[in-house]
């Protein structure tokens, strides 16, 4: 008899009775946005390295984007503690599945269903893992994008967002998105989006990694910083005709 | 121990007395009643010889769409125009009155009116009331001493600035200038650049919506370019019309 392992959790159900404490109320260490395309080889990801504590740029050296299996890339924002339990979660789905040794193996679509079920029942629950994924392979030739929140809302395009990225991002996305766009001009699309959530959105930083994944497997590129703009004459000399303004 | 009530008259400025008063209603369980609001995207920009300003052209009250074709750039002097988002009250009562108290101010001096002078009045006026006047201004005009581009926000701060958006659709339109912006525009590419990001809040934020409002100032000369762009129009219309076959009214005799 074979046994799935799959991830749940009793102890909750138990302790409401007692106390509350024991569900995720505010997140602590966050990830901010997570931007990713479809292109012609597959699905491109862009996401920083920070990692902020309220406030505080605590850490500046987080991967937020991880490939899974063979043929997905996983993205999140937000708390960057569920996100690792989520990675965990999905070593173990992973593991198991190899373990049937016969020769399939599980692409981006069934993954995407897995944590959107997961990220449900938490949700229900009222103890969720506070972060917002983004799911992208390709199987098959068939590139695949989707995202699933925190409440379990899932649903797959052609370019998502996440976060800031939802307000800033987005409009971008939607004017100059389109089918099969070219590794260069998908990343000049991806950077034209960091940059603005750069200059707009308080806890991104300047340190962002591009992650791809084709047919042939995933690549997440090396930290690397982008060029900013910052020599408008109205900030060199804000209050010229104004004297004493502000 | 009796407690006469004496009427103190007040000693000026304003008065918070109302203000505790309707916060205690509403932790009584009052609903405070909707403002018709420009949930909104404004925008200003400089380019080279001027300011174009730009807006969209939805009031909404709540969820739903008040006026389908407000106008949110108002008038303030002939070189200084000034578009409003927030409570649409109260952009237009302030607008009003600082124009009206520009109006004077150039019977008085016998000169133009200046931007910063506009800039001063609507500041001190918000912030006097604390906030508590919901209006967020983007203001622009070319006087004697250049182009200028202002942001004024409730609470009465104000920023100069090369480019400016303002209201619910802000970060969509604030990301195509991030994106988009140069300095040394021509008036063809500003208009272009002000239109789009208009379209982005009208298209991507809900509060925002129907057609795109421009004005462009320059020096010795404006151009207000009222529904300059129609991205929205009603494009079905039932070629029968809406009439009714003869036996549809039932009359109820009891």
């Not at chain 1, 959105?201 to 990694?209: G, H, P």
Request: aromatic residues 8%; neutral net charge; proline residues 3%.
């Amino acid at each position: 008899m074979t046994t799935f392992s799959v991830p749940i959790d009793n102890g909750d159900s138990m302790k409401i009775a007692e106390e509350e404490s024991q569900r995720t109320l505010y997140p602590y260490v966050t990830g901010t946005s997570i931007v990713a395309i479809k292109y012609k080889d597959g699905v491109l990801m862009a996401s920083d390295m920070g990692g902020s504590y309220g406030s505080t740029l605590r850490y500046k050296n987080i991967e937020r984007v991880k490939a899974i299996g063979k043929h997905s890339l996983l993205g999140a924002s937000g708390e960057i503690s569920d996100f690792q339990e989520i990675l965990r979660y999905l070593d173990e789905l992973t593991l198991n599945d190899n373990m049937w040794d016969d020769g399939n193996s599980l692409g981006p679509k069934e993954i995407h269903n897995y944590l959107t079920r997961v990220m449900y029942n938490r949700r229900n629950k009222f103890n969720p893992l506070w972060n917002t994924l983004v799911l992208g392979g390709v199987k098959n030739g068939k590139s695949y994008l989707g995202m699933v929140s925190m409440i379990g809302v899932s649903f797959e395009d052609d370019h998502v967002a996440t976060g800031f990225g939802n307000h800033l991002a987005r409009p971008i996305l939607r004017d100059e998105w389109h089918a099969d766009l070219s590794f260069e001009d998908g990343v000049k699309l991806l950077e034209k989006c960091m940059r603005v959530l750069l200059y707009r959105d308080r806890s991104a930083i300047n340190k962002l990694q591009i992650a791809k994944i084709t047919e042939e497997g995933v690549t997440v590129s090396q930290p690397y910083s982008l060029k900013t703009y910052w020599e408008f004459s109205s900030f060199h000399n804000p209050t010229a005709g104004a004297a004493g303004s502000w | 121990m009796s407690q006469s009530t004496v009427d103190v008259p007040p000693k000026g400025g304003f008065s918070f007395d109302l203000c505790k008063r309707n916060d205690m209603l509403t932790q009584k369980g009052l609903k405070a009643p909707s403002f018709l609001k420009t949930g909104t995207t404004i925008v200003g920009l400089i380019f080279k010889d001027g300011v174009i300003l730009g807006a969209d052209t939805r009031a909404t009250e709540g969820p739903i769409v008040a006026d389908k074709n407000c106008e949110k750039i108002h008038y303030m002097a002939p070189n200084i125009y000034c578009c409003g988002a927030g409570t649409a009250a109260d952009t237009e009562a302030v607008t009003d009155m600082v124009s009206s108290q520009l109006r004077l101010h150039r019977y008085q001096t016998g000169r133009d009116s200046r931007v910063i002078t506009a800039l001063t009045l609507l500041k001190k006026h918000l912030f006097s009331y604390q906030g508590h006047v919901s209006a967020a201004l983007v203001l622009g005009g070319v006087d004697i001493t250049g182009p200028h581009l202002h942001t004024i926000y409730p609470h009465g701060s104000t920023d100069t600035l090369p480019f400016a958006t303002m209201g619910s659709g802000s970060l969509a339109a604030m990301s195509v200038f991030e994106a988009k912006y140069k300095e040394g525009l021509t008036r063809d590419e500003g208009i272009k650049l002000v239109a789009e990001s208009i379209c982005s809040g009208i298209f991507n934020d809900l509060g925002s919506g129907s057609n795109v409002d421009i004005c462009v100032i320059t020096k010795g000369n404006k151009e207000y370019l009222r529904n300059y762009m129609e991205p929205n129009p009603r494009t079905y219309v039932s070629s029968k019309g809406y009439s009714f076959t003869k036996k549809t009214e039932v009359l109820l005799l009891h």
